[in-house]
Every structure is written in C-alpha cells, then in structure tokens.
C-alpha cells in the first residue's frame, strides 16, 4: 500500500497552497479567510519514481465555540493516528505563534516522522525568522515558499528520505487472489452490500453516516467466487459518532483503493451523481484500478423503464468522461437484487486487467487501424508507428507503439488508439496505459 503524507499545522499557514503546489493541482480552496479548507483535499505525489499520497488536512484552532474549528482539532489528530509521514507547516513571516507551539507538543509525542516547513520564507526578511523554530523541538525547518515553488523540490527530497522501507503488509501477502473494495460517499450503501455478500450481520448497519471506519479484508470463498473484499468498515460503538468520521472515511478509502484491484463505487439512486461521487471517481482513475459501478437503492426508484436506465447511465459516463468504459450496475444491496451480477462483473474486470494479447494479433489489428487513420503530420514531419506490443507483468494492461518521432503523438490520437484497442479486445472496466517509445 502507498505511503501517506499528512499537511498539518495551524489556519493561514498556506497549507492548501503547499499541496496545491506538491501535487500540481488547484484543487483545495486558498482564501485568507481563516479555516477555510473544510473538506479534506487529498492528492498524488510522484517524485523521483516513488509514488505517495497526501492529504491537506483543515485549520487548527483550539478554545473555540465553532463546530468546524473543533473538528479541524480532531482532524489533526487522525491525520496523525493515519499518516505514515507528518508535514507540519508554519509561518515565517509570523514567527512562532501559540498555537503552533501546542501543534508541536501533539507531535512531539507521536512516534512518526515530522517535517517542519518553514512557509512564506518570500516575503520581507522572514527568512531570517526561521530560525525561532528550532525552539518547537522537531529538528531542522525546511525553508519553502508554496506561491512561488521555491524549496519544495529539497522538501520532496525529505519526504522521501523519511519514508519508512516498504514492509510486506497485508495486501502484498494476499498477491494471487483478487482485492475487491467498496467505496461510496457515506449513506450509499456500502456495508448493507458487504453484509448482503456474507449473509451475517458482520458490519454494524446503522443511519448513521461513517459508522463504518477501518479498513478489513474479508476473504470471500462461496458460491463459486474467491476473493479479499476490502471494506473502508470496522466497529464502532453509535455513542462514539462524531464529526470526525467523513475524514476518516475519506483517508480510509484512500487506503483501501490504494489496497485493492478493483473498486465498486456505489452511487445513491434516490440521490443521483454527486461531487463527492466524482471525487471518489476521480482518486480511483489516479491509483489507476479497475472500476465497477453500482447504482443502490434501486428498489425505491418509480420510473425503472428502459429510458429512464439509459438516461442514468449516459449521465454517469458523461460525468466520469473521458473514461467511459465500465459496468453500471442497478442493484438493492436490501433486497439483494442484482448483487452476484456486481461480484461477477468485479471479478471480470480483475481478469480483464491481466489480459495479455498476443503481438501478432496486436500488430495485425492496430497497424491496419493506424493505416487508416494516421497521426496527424506536424510541420510536415510524418510520424511513422511500425510495431505495438504489450507489457508484461504490469500491474494494469499497457500497450507499447514504437515510432520514429513519439513526442509529436497528441494525447487525441493516443485516446484514438485505446479506443480502437478497446473496441477489438476486452479491457472493460479497467484503465488502459498507452506509451510511444522511439523505435
């Protein structure tokens, strides 16, 4: 499973900005308003060839009567129960404040590893403030400035150096057999699916939005299916619900995709499509699994004609476009209806993500495609592709087009080329890789 990296630190301190900055995206909301980030923003990192996520975690505001503010409270604690690796970021154009001494005490007692990012070092003479944080007690700050980008590539180099060596966890020792996980925003569904797959009441099933909070491997052998179902779900008594628990599903579901081969995302049928729905969506393409989706509910639905399914389902893919070739399934995890049609589909689309097709076949079929729809010329230089071929032994199905000049291959044509791979062999469900190598 990958490594997690928690943003911790007080409100206004630029954490948003650093993991806009970190993961080349603008997706958190940066406002100067204190205690903004609300939602929980997380993100891939890929640096130097190692791969972790990261997670930007609210502001942190102790003594207040704001609901939010102590739940960011909460956050920070989580983040710390969670994370493999702490960023704790503070301000040097402020210098060391109180409450940035008391988000150090909270670290100095947890036994993972911190890094203090010295934010803000751009403007006026903070640089010279920064020394002031050696008095927090967790070592030497690392000087950044996340609006201009300066010093982030030296904090990256940290976050590696610190990253503890790969351990033989779980999910590496259930290799051979497939790894199913359920995710879904809270309420859609999730463990009344589980329980209905194993017959018992296993999970607590309650109204209660994130009752469900560890991450479990179930290994699943009936009926003619074997396989580890991974369940964002655990235990967890009703008087302990609080505000904590949508962060923890969300962390939790970044563990189990990142456990798993397949997901099924279950989606609300009473409710539609949401943003959180395209978020979840949105973190399962970026670990690159295989995807089933499951509309649930589906029973309390009036108008189940013909139409009304095809209008369901164009909505579904136009919102996860470009990646439109998966299963949608209309299932009642209640009424049971349809539930073996989403293990069956689940467990295709894992054969699928193995599938190897010969070269031969490859060549004959895609150089004959090529042949009648060449890449566009760019400034009058013809690219010219002489041979495809699979990899083998890559974790999602990859299709390799030698040519003579790879760079001048656009991202339409490459999309051109998955889609003709697509229509004459079976990848439904899973992402595919599409390289050019120089030949």
């Known amino acids: ?48 060839g190692k791969e972790f996520s990261i997670v930007d975690t609210g502001g942190w505001v102790v003594g207040s009567e704001d609901i939010f503010e102590t739940e960011i409270n909460k956050q920070v604690h989580l983040a710390i129960e969670q994370a493999d690796e702490i960023l704790f970021v503070v301000d040097a154009s ?45 070592g030497d700050p690392v000087e950044v400035s996340a609006v201009s980008g300066y010093g982030t590539g030296d904090l990256l180099d940290e976050v590696v150096a610190k990253m503890p060596e790969k351990v033989d966890d779980d999910a590496d020792k ?24 194993m017959e018992q009441e296993r999970h607590i099933v309650t109204d209660i939005a994130g009752t469900t909070r560890d991450s479990i491997y179930t290994r699943y052998n009936k009926f003619g299916f074997d396989f580890y179902l991974v369940d964002t779900a655990g235990i967890r008594k009703k008087t302990k619900v609080t505000e904590d628990i949508e962060y923890y599903s969300v962390i939790r579901s970044v563990r189990a995709i990142e456990a798993s081969d397949v997901c099924i995302l279950m989606i609300d049928a009473t409710r539609g499509i949401e943003a959180q729905d395209v978020a979840i969506f949105s973190l399962i393409q970026r670990n690159k699994k295989g995807l089933v989706v499951v509309v649930n509910k589906w029973d309390l639905v009036e108008d189940k004609s013909k139409e009304a399914i095809k209008h369901y389902e164009d909505s579904i893919r136009a919102r996860f476009a470009p990646f ?17 049609r989403v293990l069956e589909s689940a467990l295709q689309v894992c054969e699928n993500r193995k599938r190897i097709i010969p070269t031969s076949q490859l060549n004959t079929v895609m150089l004959d495609a090529i042949a009648a729809y060449p890449p566009p010329a760019n400034k009058g230089k013809f690219v010219k592709i002489k041979y495809v071929t699979m990899l083998k032994g890559s974790p999602i199905p990859t299709v390799i087009f030698f040519c003579n000049l790879p760079q001048w291959v656009k991202e339409p044509y490459r999309r051109y080329l998955e889609n003709k791979v697509r229509e004459n062999w079976d990848f439904h469900g899973t992402p595919l890789q599409i390289f050019m190598r120089e030949k």
Do not use: H
């Open 1 to 48: 499973m990958g490594q997690l990296i928690a943003v911790v630190g007080r409100p206004n301190v630029g954490k948003s900005t650093l993991f806009n900055r970190l993961t080349q995206t603008r997706t958190a909301i940066t406002n100067d308003e204190a205690g903004t980030t609300r939602d929980r923003q997380y993100g891939k990192v890929d640096w130097n």
């Open 174 to 197: 259930l290799d051979d057999i497939p790894k199913i996980c359920i995710v879904g925003r809270p309420n859609a569904g999730k463990s009344s699916l589980v329980n209905a797959f």
């Open 324 to 340: 439109t070739d998966f299963p949608i399934i209309f299932a009642s995890a209640l009424t049971k209806q349809r539930i073996f």
């Open 94 to 138: 402020n210098g060391v404040t109180d409450l940035d001494d008391q988000v150090a005490e909270i670290l100095r007692r947890s036994t993972k590893p911190v890094i203090l990012v010295a934010n803000k070092v751009d403007i006026g003479d903070s640089r010279y403030n920064t020394a002031e944080f050696y008095s927090l007690g967790l």
